[in-house]
């Protein structure tokens, strides 16, 4: 179901363009960016959601969200603060059946529509004007990319990227840590950490 607004200030990891959306999807839903970090030296100073961008974490008050686009450095982050209190930020602009279940730090961006009986695990991104049909699952730190659809009942494993406006059919599963490349069309259920591309989607090698 919908996550409620937070009282406290939230604390983005990260400064690159994803936390451009997370901090703009945060605002529109009145939440409050109280601090942005980031240990880029050429992002320190920038200006992300109208506050600077820092390295010095000092929020001890402040609940946090890990506002970057790739998938191993959320899971990384998130095993480093194994205390922290994560929040997730959905755009109001976003629709989510009654009974979607939510685990925590998960971002659901603008246009976003999430289907009864879906569940998302943590960290999730499900991002701007993608569907998630009814029944499906969304295994930790999984990404579905701008303009994605998964269809009813799929089954997506921890770790995954789902590319800008593929589309997975019916009741298939995506392994952990696999890749469907924008635009693919999965008709068949992909091994866990295989890349797939095309319509009908098919395995490619890692170049050596």
Known sequence: MPIPSESRPITLIGAGGH?????????????????????DPDRIGQVVGGVEVTADDQRVDSLFHLAIGSNRTRRDLAFARPGADWATITDPDASLADDVI????????????????????RHVIVNTGTIVEHDCVIGDFAHIAPGAVLTGAVQVGEGVLVG???????????GAWAVVGAG??????????????GNPARRVEARR
Do not use: N
């Open 184 to 197: 693919a069309v999965v008709t068949r259920s992909v091994e866990a950490g295989a890349t797939v591309v």
């Open 102 to 121: 939510c685990d925590v730090g998960i971002l659901i961006g603008m246009g976003a529509r999430v289907q009864a009986g879906a569940r998302l695990g």
């Open 164 to 174: 800008a406006g593929a589309v997975v059919l019916p009741g298939l599963t995506v």
């Open 19 to 39: 936390a451009r959306v997370a901090a703009a999807c945060a605002r529109r839903a009145r939440l409050v960016i109280g601090t942005v970090l980031d240990t």
